[in-house]
């Protein structure tokens, strides 16, 4: 492979164990993407350059400069070095950093997800005289309650994630 470290088939063996038990993960199985791929790739590898995430993936290096920038602006990686050539070797800054800000993005979506329900639930009380009637219209309006009162304790674990975050800097 060009440019890539080949590992002793024996510590191959371990790191691809290591990413497939990661990439069953919650935390990563969630968001099942080219993006999961690549942070695991990172816990195993450290310093990446794109040509060798390609490599390793197999996508585009359009889609790798994508996700590359994605993972740069979450705080996941950053740029260690640039050689002569102008290839950038990226890392990812810590474990530690990583995983929180992998699971805060988990739950700013899950927020993001959560304000839709809660809107959702707000229209339905706006039409409860009309709705109300139809069958299946209370199971719903609960299990959109249940997601409603949760909004506060997922925006209390967003806001102590970030503490935790910006601590680690």
């Known amino acids: 492979m060009n440019g890539i470290k080949e590992f002793d088939l024996e510590i191959k063996k371990v790191e691809d164990e290591i990413i497939q038990f990661l990439l069953s993960y919650p935390l990563f199985a969630l968001s099942m993407s080219i993006s999961s791929l690549i942070k ?16 390793l993936t197999k996508r585009s290096k359009g889609k790798i400069s994508q996700e590359l920038k994605k993972l740069l602006d979450q705080g996941f990686i950053e740029k260690s070095s640039i050689s002569s050539k102008g290839e950038i070797t ?25 304000n839709e329900i809660n809107e959702l639930k707000e229209e339905m009380d706006l039409e409860k005289e009309k709705l109300g009637e139809h069958h299946g219209y209370k199971d719903i309006y609960d299990v959109l309650s249940l997601f409603s009162s949760s909004l506060p304790l997922v925006e209390t674990v967003i806001q102590e994630l970030e503490k935790e975050y910006k601590r680690m800097e």
């Open 40 to 55: 695991v790739f990172f816990i195993t590898r450290e310093n990446l350059t794109q040509d060798m995430i390609r490599e």
């Open 90 to 114: 990226y890392t990812m800054k810590s474990a530690s950093r990583a995983f929180i800000m992998n699971f805060l993005n988990s739950q700013r979506e899950i927020f993001g997800f959560f």
